[in-house]
């Protein structure tokens, strides 16, 4: 079968010819011609089966029957959500090279560079976004992204997607989609979670299986290197000097262990660069242009990397550490032996990674072949978590020396470089202590029968003698001044009777009454002091 008979229309053919494909794939000939039909599709396929032509070229398809006038405002008709920022670039150009010569106009958005130029995008007029659903999410709440005009929605690698946490958000996206609108979900492997997203999410859709998870290309030469983990280094730079090795791809488990490979290789004189999560976008992409343009041979990736990344003509994947999930193995492997060419895959394995190899074998089907080095595995015994935990501080003091630091040295730094000082801890405020001229003062005063030790009471009698609770003492209420105090006698009866007629009654000095008291507010009495503010009136008028 060729792509004459899937229904395309004839430029799109000739830019089908033009990138070199000339055979569809299964999961191609399946899904265009229902994405032409306007069917919801489900699609379960392993990597590098061509998945992206297979919703990309229908999508153009569609958007070039429907053009819209010079001077209309163009809103967002297809959005495709995909987990990594390499993949959204890689359907990006896809669309590009797809739709030479036609009234397509994608655009890219993902997260790690500034978002002005994908907000100028936006701006000039974009039908068909290909975003990550981080950055996407973000751009909607800033009122940048509207999707009440979309027709066509992908939903790519969908198990990458809940790996990486981004369920929630496609779920905020897909809730902001129109009622009536096409779906298409891709995805390597089928868990439950992704089958209970797919019917929230599709309508009666098609199911289109090809090429289970499990199953490997079978152009790749897989095969195994028992090794110990401190030989696996020179082991690599060896079989990277083959002639056969054109290009390869080495897949780290950690981020520090891909730049640690790079430091090993460099040493060797082999030319190598690493991507991985703690790259800028900047550097990541200058290391795949670098490594896809052949000034680099070697590229180091963790399993980032693993989705959706086509490179063309890729001879060689080795896995320098076997992955923990034994799918990614898969995936891995699935970089090269891409478009009916072959390829080789080259795993090293250590005592610690036994499980990690079972695991991989089982899912396969098959034992993968074993070959001897030079390095040969010595050590049988696996190595204890605590010597692990040892060795990982081991190293980390040791980057750490390289820097010029300690690890009990402060990691934030002023503007000049320097360590930045650390905050004191606030400590307890303590009693001050006694004065020692006083404490002897004290110690004389005290009476001679206090300083006399006290002799310790019989058992007998400390056992018949029963602790009585003290009671509190009561003291009597004394006013601070006039009848009761302590410096006056209480010359008037504590409750005095104002006289006859309700005149006032003053209480004066020592304790006296007066029962004619002064009227003048001159003698102490009279009415209340009225305090007035000249600049605003009486009482605070203004």
């Not at 919703?55 to 398809?61: G, N």
């Not at 080095?373 to 190595?383: A, D, G, Q």
């Amino acid at each position: 079968m060729s792509f004459d008979t899937l229904g395309l229309m004839p430029i799109i053919l000739k830019n089908v010819r033009n990138a070199g494909y000339e055979t569809p794939t299964p999961i191609q000939q399946s899904t265009i011609p229902l994405v032409l039909l306007g069917k919801d599709v489900l699609g379960c396929a392993q990597t590098g089966t061509g998945k992206t032509a297979a919703f990309a070229l229908p999508m153009i398809q569609h958007m070039a029957k429907k053009p819209i006038r010079p001077g209309q405002p163009r809103p967002i008709r297809q959005l495709i959500l995909t987990p990594t920022r390499e993949l959204a670039l890689q359907i990006y150009e896809n669309f590009v090279l797809y739709g030479k010569s036609l009234p397509v106009y994608p655009c890219v958005i993902f997260g790690g560079v500034g978002q002005q130029g994908q907000v100028d995008a936006l701006q000039r007029g974009a039908d068909t976004v290909i975003a990550c659903p981080g950055r996407l999410w973000d751009l909607m709440n800033q009122g940048y992204v509207r999707l009440d005009s979309v027709e066509t929605f992908v939903l790519d690698e969908a198990d990458r997607m809940l790996d990486m946490g981004f369920i929630h958000d496609v779920r905020r996206i897909a809730a902001k989609l129109p009622p009536k609108h096409q779906t298409l979900l891709f995805s390597a492997t089928m868990p439950s979670e992704v089958e209970k997203l797919a019917m929230d999410l599709l309508n009666d859709p098609e199911t289109v299986k090809v090429d289970p998870v499990s199953s490997t290309v079978k152009k790749i030469d897989q095969c195994l290197y028992y090794v110990d983990k401190a030989n696996k280094k020179f082991l690599l730079a060896k079989l990277l000097r083959e002639a056969d090795v054109e290009n390869a791809l080495v897949f780290s488990r950690t981020k520090h262990g891909a730049d640690r490979i790079v430091r090993e290789l460099k040493k060797d004189g082999i030319e190598a660069c690493a991507i991985h999560g703690d790259k800028s976008q900047g550097q990541r992409q200058n290391a795949l242009a670098r490594f896809k343009s052949g000034e680099s041979k070697v590229l180091i990736a963790t399993d980032i990397a693993a989705r959706g990344i086509d490179i063309a003509g890729l001879s060689h994947v080795f896995n320098y550490d076997m992955p923990m999930e034994p799918e990614a193995y898969v995936h891995r492997i699935g970089r090269t032996g891409r478009a009916g060419r072959d390829g080789k895959a080259i795993s090293f394995c250590c005592i610690d990674e036994m499980k990690q190899l079972e695991q991989v074998e089982k899912l396969i089907g098959k034992r993968l072949p074993v070959r001897e080095s030079e390095w040969p595995m010595l050590v049988t015994t696996p190595t204890d978590p605590k010597e692990k935990e040892a060795a990982r501080q081991l190293a980390k003091a040791a980057r750490l020396a390289k820097l010029g630091r300690t690890a009990e040295m402060p990691r934030k730094l002023t503007q000049s470089g320097n360590p930045a000082p650390e905050r004191k801890a606030q400590q307890a405020v303590k009693a001050p202590a006694a004065h020692p001229a006083r404490t002897e003062k004290n110690a004389k005063a005290t009476p001679k029968a206090a300083q006399r030790p006290v002799k310790a009471a019989s058992p007998a009698a400390q056992h018949q003698a029963k602790p009585t609770p003290a009671k509190p003492a009561v003291q009597a209420y004394k006013p601070r001044f006039g009848p009761g105090s302590e410096n006056h006698a209480p010359t008037v009866p504590s409750r005095p009777t104002l006289p006859k007629g309700g005149k006032a009654m003053l209480i004066g000095s020592g304790g006296k009454v007066q029962l004619n008291a002064p009227k003048s507010s001159k003698q102490g009495l009279g009415k209340p002091v009225q305090r007035v503010n000249h600049a605003r009136g009486r009482n605070g008028e203004r």
